[in-house]
Each structure stands twice: as structure tokens, then as C-alpha cells.
């Protein structure tokens, strides 16, 4: 099944919000944290819902559901993308919301966690009627946002061109403020290395977890799920460092070479072909393959839950690294310790994009544009020594590095929580 089709696992009844919710009350409970945190933080502050009419091409009217969702804001303005997807419904924006307040925690910005999203189908619209779309969205929710509120930035189905839109039309109401969303084009007050950001905080898990093992990157394998920025740029990243990319895939497939994958050919392919599928190079392989590709560290970089209580078991890989958000449900996941299989979590793995979102909201703050070398290198400082901290916790607790990485998360949210009076 392609990518882009795959089902959410509902074999355990768990739906997403369900899932990140078991695993927070499973940390709370290992932390023995106040149950009246655990209850505030167990819904979100504030849903958004909107109805959102958009005049299509051939004129005709649809109108699309959006949202937006507020977790927790105690660290400071609720920050995390928009997603445009066919499944982005209000539990999986949830989900990822409750998320985003962990991630920025993780990393010690000083952010709350927010996620929105719009029910469609991006790569089956105009330009024109995405950015009518973007437009009446930013419109709708312009309201709970806010330089020192809330602000949005892409995620899958949006991109930079989606932040320019809802950064002109958030202006055209409240004044020039490009400090609004992060993920704009640089143009516009982005920061450089924003859009690499993702994949670039990936490849530092990666340098950072074969250094952990004593191993060379050279010597290792890597099977990336997912071509878009954040498995591309792991892609290009990894490959730069010395890894050896095994095997890559996409909505339309995937392809294997077990002596390893060129990646600049593969974007010279890319450009030409707008999949992976069919690099000469290569094996062909389908998407439930690349999960179970013989290598060593296997990098899920697309939708979330594709690793499952049902395929769990055929993944041969040492460890999975998380880059996408949510690609592994708690039933995969109890699968993958029971066979001894590491996994590095998500709001450790991805973080890259949101830290250098924070990076871009004080460049707008300040108006002053840091040099890429001053993004690259401030990144890498704090992936490296917060991949330490979650490796060095897992160590004294005797935990696994998800668990490690909430437990300090979820620790600092209640501090905020309890130190702003709210218990
Ligand atoms: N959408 C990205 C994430 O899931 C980035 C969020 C942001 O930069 O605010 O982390």
C-alpha cells in the first residue's frame, strides 16, 4: 500500500491522540507527577474548529474543514504547523499538537505546542485555489494567533510558498508582521536553513547515535520512508556525512541498492520523474519493504503510525529513527522492545525544523538575518547536547530514549504549569 494511503492502526482501538495520550499518562505515572497536571494537560487549551468555503477553479463551491489546536501555551506562545492532508481530521491534529508541547519543551524553546490542519488534498489543487484556501484558513484562525501567541509554520502538504500566503493575508488584517509564521520564504524574512532544517536535525541523530556506538557512518545503512523535505534532506545530509543510503521511498514507491544509493542522482531522477520509482540504479521495492529492509538504523520520514502491532515484527533494522511524527503506535512500539530493537523518539529525532523556527521568530524579532554557518552550527549544538541529554537519562533511569525523552519534557511542562500558579 502506498504511503500515502496507509491507514492509521486502529487494531488496538488507540486513535492518534489516544496513543501520545497512553504514552504521557504511562510517563506521568513513572514520574509520580500531580494528577491535577496530568489531567490539564491531558485535553487541549483551545480547539478551533472553521468552516472554510473556498471558490474553486470550475467555480464551483467546496467547503473545507480546518483547525486549530492549542495544547499547552505555560512555556510561552503556542508554536507547530499546518497541515494539508486528506487525514488531517481534529484527532490527528490534536495528536500532533499535544506533541509540538513536548518537542519544543524537549529542546528548551520557549514555546506551548500547537498543530492545524486542513482536511484535503493538496497535490490535487491549483496553486490559485491552495492559496484561496491558505488565505480564508489564515482568515478564520487569525484571531488566536499572534507574534507572541501563536505561530504557525509548514508541515506535511504546506511548504514556505503556504507561510507567504498566510503571512500577506494576516497582514492585510493586522499590519506587517512577518514574525507570524516561521517556514517563510527567506525573501520574506525566513531564516536561511529553515527549509533544510528537518532533515538536517535528522542527520545529526544519525552522526550523533554512530559516534554513541563507536561505528562509522560509513560502515552503516540507512532505509529512508518518505521523499519529501524531511526524508530528501535526511537523504542528502546522511549521504554527505559518509552514510550509506540503502534503500528510499515515496507516495509512488520505493527502490533498494544494498551498495548504496547516489543521492544526487537520485534528485537528478526526482527532478525528471517526481518519484523515487524507477531510479535505474536500483531495486524496486514497495513501501511495506522499505520497512523491512535489512540495515541498520531505518528512518520512517512520512506519514505517522506505519509501523504497527502488525508489521512490527518484520522490521530488520537495529534501530528506528524517527523523523516523521508518530510512526510507530504503542502496539509496534512494545513489538520493537520485545525483539530489542532502539528506537529514538520523534520529538527528539525531528526537532531540527521547530528549533530553527525558533531561530527565525527571534531573527524577525530582532530584524537581524543570521548567516546560515550561524543557524547550521547553533543547531548542531543544541541536537547534539539535547541527543545526549535523552541518551544520559535513559541511562540513569534505566529507560528506554522515548520514555527518557518525555520524562524531561513533561517534567519542565509541569514546572511551568505548577510555577504560573495554574495548580
Ligand atoms: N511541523 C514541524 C514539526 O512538526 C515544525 C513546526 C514548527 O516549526 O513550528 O515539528
Redesign the pocket.
Known sequence: MPVGTMEASQSAGLSPSGAVLKTMHDAAARLQMNQEVVELLSTPWREMHAQLPVRMDDRKLRIFEGYRVQHNGARGPY???VRFHPKADIDEVRALAML?TY?CALLDLPFGGAKGGVMCDPTRMSQTELNRLTRTYTQHIGQVLGVARDIP???MGTNAQTMAWMMDAYGQRYGYTPGIV??KPVELGGSFGRNQA?GRGVATCLRELARHEGAKPQDLRIAVQGYGNVGSWTCRIAHEIGFRVVAVSDVKGGIMNAEGIDIAQLDHWFAVAGSVAGFEDATPITNEQLLETECDYLVPAALGEVITGENAGQVRARYVVEAA?HPVTPEGDAILAERGIQVLPDILV?AG??TV?YFEWTQNIQQFRWPLERVNSELDIRMVGVFSDVLARAGRDGTRPREAALDIALERVAKAIELRGFV
Do not use: I, L
Request: hydrophobic share 20%; glycine share 24%; net charge positive.
Open positions: 508554536k507547530g504547523g509540538m518537542k509554520a509548514p508541515d516561521t517556514g528537518t511524527n525531528n525544523g521547530v523556527s
